[in-house]
């Protein structure tokens, strides 16, 4: 018999100004619950600062919580995204883990802002660094941010494409946490490890292979098959991989901004029927008021 279907809005993935979003934690949850998410997980990059709040918040209005963050990684010389749901956010190994995997963050904006003075755009690393709620998550976003408001691009997909990825100007080769540092901890403060966005990695069949076997290897547990960055093909090869792999599925928008986000909190699809939801083995750790 199939388990009942609930929470069928989850959504796991989105991002704070403690991050890299333009929102507040509040701001976030009412506007969950006002797009009709049922189960709602804020999943800051390599930080729970904003956990307290999003559970609080959560909480007054009645909408059921997960604690989540995503840690960045290095796997096969890319950066990789390993959301961690249903996690104990004050977990010592867990909030250590994040405190180093954030040191660096400022060294790198400012060999960015380096690179961009190089081509002729001053002063970015202040430019950013005023668009970061939180200074220690000082992201390529932040820069991209900058970088309209100057009207040197249009929009911080185009910042993107010319000046923040690989081979250009502003980019930086960063070396994150490992993925079986990012796994062990998310599991050692009583989470489940999940692949973020697969779909969007540049690697070849055989690293994407091994990048799942290795991720089961440490003990993750799910990938998210249904999420903002994936195109209608993409849902179903990660449905494939998923069942392939025996993996929980799941779905978050990955929500930044009202202004620059493609997909809004709670309006993907539903994972398909022969998915087995992520959240099925998070009941427990979902808090909800009374
Ligand atoms: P960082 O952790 O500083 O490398 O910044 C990564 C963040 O940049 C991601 O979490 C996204 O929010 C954002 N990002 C990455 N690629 C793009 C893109 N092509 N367009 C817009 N935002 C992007
Ligand atoms: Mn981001
Ligand atoms: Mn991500
Ligand atoms: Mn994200």
Redesign the pocket.
Known sequence: MNPPLIWTNADL?CHSCVSDGTLQPEALAERAKANGVELWALTD?DEVGGQQRAREAARAIGLPYLAGV?ISVTFAGLTV?IVGLGVDAEDATLVKGLAATRDGRIARAQEMADGLAKVGIQDAFEGALNYAGNPELIARTHFARYLVETGICASTHEVFRKYLVEGKPGFVEHRWASLSNAVQWIRQAGGIAVI??PG?YKFTVNEEYALFTEFKAHGGLGVEVVTG?HTTADYVKYADMAIEFDLLASRGS?FHSPEESRTDLGTLPALAARLKPVWEALMERVQQAG
């Open positions: 993935h990059h995503e995204h973020a966005h969007r960055s990955d």
